[in-house]
């Protein structure tokens, strides 16, 4: 099963674009790459997943090179309410394998 | 639409005891999965159950069991509690056993062993 690797934490400031890169190396041909976000005594909550190239949807971009071994979230313009911890998981189906997630801080 | 909802939110139990969890999951949704979530190892899976049969199963000792009824709901089971169960455990559904999918998480049970 694929490990990952995340900056442990990470600041910004309101309006700034945060990218928040994972490392797995050894993702498996069939896994598929998906990043929650996680608030304090909540669930994890689903933000954007993909295959491979770049995906976009209205909340985030994520970025996977061709070899597939890194991930890059982006998050345009955060915000206070985006402070939380951001785990990437490579997984297959409803098993998703966690790292310790990086936990962002957003000043204002 | 009704989100993921488990019970109960939060309980506290002794050494030795055992306890059971429920979740239901969104309607419609056929696999469940859990995770355990604690300080120091972080989100782990437990098991996933899709049309009452366990698909996948994690690392965890033989005390840790679950299942599902014919309408999605599960059930988990901790037998012979630890001090180190205690933790956050997570029920997430989605709707199929496809490869990909987001996971809908409920807000968990928070379980602290005496």
């Known amino acids: ?108 | 639409k009704a989100g993921v909802t488990q019970t109960p939110r939060y309980l506290i139990k002794t050494r030795g005891q055992q306890v059971t969890l429920s979740c239901s999951p969104i309607s419609g949704h056929r696999s469940v999965s859990w995770y355990q979530q604690t300080p120091g190892q972080g989100l782990q899976f437990l098991f996933e159950y899709f049309s009452e049969t366990q698909r996948n199963k994690g690392n965890f000792p033989g005390r840790f069991s679950g299942r599902q009824f014919s309408n999605s709901r599960s059930e988990m089971n901790v037998s012979t509690l630890e001090l180190g169960d205690s933790a956050l455990y997570l029920c997430a559904s989605r709707p199929t056993d496809s490869l990909v999918g987001e996971l809908f998480f409920g807000e968990g049970s928070r379980l602290t062993v005496l």
């Open chain 1, 1 to 108: 099963l694929a490990k990952t690797t995340q900056p442990i934490s990470m600041d910004s400031y309101e309006g700034q674009e945060v990218n928040i890169t994972c490392s797995h190396n050894n993702i498996a041909t069939n896994d598929y790459i998906t990043w929650y976000q996680q608030f304090p005594s909540q669930g994890p909550r689903f933000i954007i997943q993909g295959y491979k190239t770049k995906v976009t949807n209205e909340v985030a971009s994520l970025f996977i090179p061709a070899d597939r071994k890194s991930s890059t979230l982006s998050l345009p313009r955060v915000s206070l309410s985006d402070t939380a911890v951001y785990y990437c998981s490579p997984h297959q189906g409803g098993k998703l394998i966690f790292g310790q997630g990086t936990e962002l801080s957003v000043k204002p």
